[in-house]
T-cell receptor
């Protein structure tokens, strides 16, 4: 398996639920990213990890909690979300080691999240 | 960080060249111009990037003006599968965070 894989592809959850989104990359990259894409809005960067350390947090609400246990895996833990959090959540990776570093990002196909 | 400006939509006939413009008049000397595209229900896909010189790969060509204030992405023979939103962004690495705008929605018609 190659590239960036995100699971699940679709997720429906209530506002009181706790769930996690998973991202896995098989490219040997050292930097990983979470983006949010709401309907008809540009991509918004949420979190950036470089060599498993968080280097950027774009003022994301605490109900979103990222975790990067190793350079191949990235999680986004969700709890007590709001209806406006319904969106496509995209994971990306780049070679690194620094974040961005003038290198292309490789994206997964995202998790479509719906909050009831 | 360069702000980029793209037309919101364009269309192109199948088999013809699609030329997608991007203005980046505030681009700095060490900022690269990157192009990505996003097909419906998929994640963005990297296409090409360049600094000063024109670039070509198996997907597209990138023409950057001499003053680097604008660029054009060229899909030489557009197909229906090229229908997507195309994003032009500037990136200089380091701590700079590239920002995706709204892009250009390209529709390739038969």
């Amino acid at each position: 398996e190659t590239g960036v894989t995100q699971t699940p592809r679709h997720l429906v959850m209530g506002m009181t639920n706790k769930k996690s989104l998973k991202c896995e990359q098989h490219l040997g990259h050292n930097a990983m990213y979470w983006y949010k894409q709401s309907a008809k809005k540009p991509l918004e960067l949420m979190f950036v990890y470089s060599l498993e350390e968080r280097v950027e947090n774009n003022s994301v609400p605490s109900r979103f909690s990222p975790e990067c246990p190793n350079s191949s895996h990235l999680f986004l833990h969700l709890h007590t979300l709001q209806p406006e959090d319904s969106a496509l959540y995209l994971c990306a990776s780049s070679p690194g080691p620094g974040a961005f570093s003038n290198q292309p990002q490789h994206f997964g196909d995202g998790t479509r999240l719906s909050i009831l | 960080d360069a702000k980029t400006t793209q037309p919101p939509s364009m269309d192109c006939a199948e088999g013809r060249a699609a030329n997608l413009p991007c203005n980046h008049s505030t681009i700095s000397g060490n900022e690269y111009v990157y192009w990505y595209r996003q097909i419906h229900s998929q994640g963005p896909q990297y296409i090409i990037h360049g600094l000063k010189n024109n670039e070509t790969n198996e997907m597209a060509s990138l023409i950057i003006t001499e003053d680097r204030k604008s660029s054009t992405l060229i899909l030489p023979h557009a197909t229906l599968r090229d229908t997507a939103v195309y994003y032009c962004i500037g990136s200089s690495g380091g701590s700079y965070i590239p920002t995706f705008g709204r892009g250009t929605s390209l529709i390739v018609h038969p």
